[in-house]
């Protein structure tokens, strides 16, 4: 039964949401993200990590892009994202090739060798159909071309003890190896709730994130019944960012998809967070 528990993949990650949360042709997603950038000066800063949502461009493409413009070039981008699909281990790690409609990025197999262990295992299921973290590539694809590697991260398993102990992880494995990494954590904020009752709740959880406040994050997502989808990732790279030196968070932007819909009876919220 071991064996039907880890899908080892083909060595390439194909695409499942260009043509559905970004464009599929390369240059229209070009046009796309020149969209979510307008306005934006590009300024690298010293960071840790950030916090990035993943809808499909048309509602939170904006908003991510407020991360990507101030992300320092990197050696290599740690994402870790949710498990919406329920595929997978707990924490499933990638090493294959990942495609975008704009090219391949390379896994870095160094870093993810050091994660492998009790914890975080080698499992491309988790990442087959996985949204979260496949959105966040075209954006440094745009920004910095082909001149990184990437390590995604997919957890199923949030809990508090789980995400502690991975953040861990990264950050002995970043110790060790010397690599120049930032992490990114993949997270949309409220889902479906009025847009005033969902910028309290965000309010709440964001405040938690900007003082790095992992046992506030949870406290606060139990107290609100909170549905925000990447708390794990969100705690995992707070813990490695601050074992690693950070200070403090900043919120770069906050926005719901009725700002671009116009329906504020149901919103999703998003958040563009770095942590330096």
Request: one cysteine or more; proline letters at 5%.
């Amino acid at each position: 039964m071991r064996e039907a528990l880890f899908y080892l993949g083909d060595s390439m990650r194909q695409p499942v949401v260009a043509g559905q949360f970004y464009p599929l042709r390369p240059a229209d997603l070009r046009q796309e993200l020149e969209l979510c950038f307008e306005g934006l000066k590009f300024r690298e800063k010293k960071l840790f990590g950030a916090v990035c949502p993943h809808a499909g461009y048309l509602y939170s493409g904006k908003v991510a892009a407020h991360v990507y413009a101030t992300l320092p070039k990197a050696e290599t981008y740690i994402l870790i994202g949710p498990n919406h699909t329920g595929y997978g281990s707990p924490v499933s790690v990638s090493q294959d090739s990942w495609k975008t409609p704009l090219g391949i990025i390379e896994p870095d197999l160094e870093l993810g060798k050091e994660l492998l262990g009790r914890i975080a295992v080698l499992d491309e299921l988790g990442h087959r159909f996985e949204h979260s973290l496949e959105v966040q590539l075209p954006f440094l694809q745009y920004r910095f071309g082909e001149a990184f590697k990437l390590l995604p991260i997919c957890m199923g398993l949030q809990d508090e003890e789980t995400a502690v102990e991975l953040g861990e992880l990264i950050a002995k494995s970043l110790l060790k190896t010397g690599k120049k990494a930032v992490l990114i954590a993949s997270s949309d904020f409220t889902h479906y709730q009025p847009a005033e009752a969902a910028l309290k709740i965000d309010t709440a959880m964001i405040k938690a994130i900007l003082e790095l406040d992992v046992s506030g994050l949870y406290a606060c997502l139990y107290k609100n019944n909170a549905s925000v989808c990447g708390y794990g990732p969100i705690a995992a790279m707070l813990t490695a960012s601050k074992i690693l030196g950070a200070t403090q968070g900043t919120l770069l932007k906050y926005a719901n998809s009725g700002d671009v819909s116009g329906d504020l009876s149901a919103v999703v919220g998003y958040a563009a967070i770095v942590v330096e």
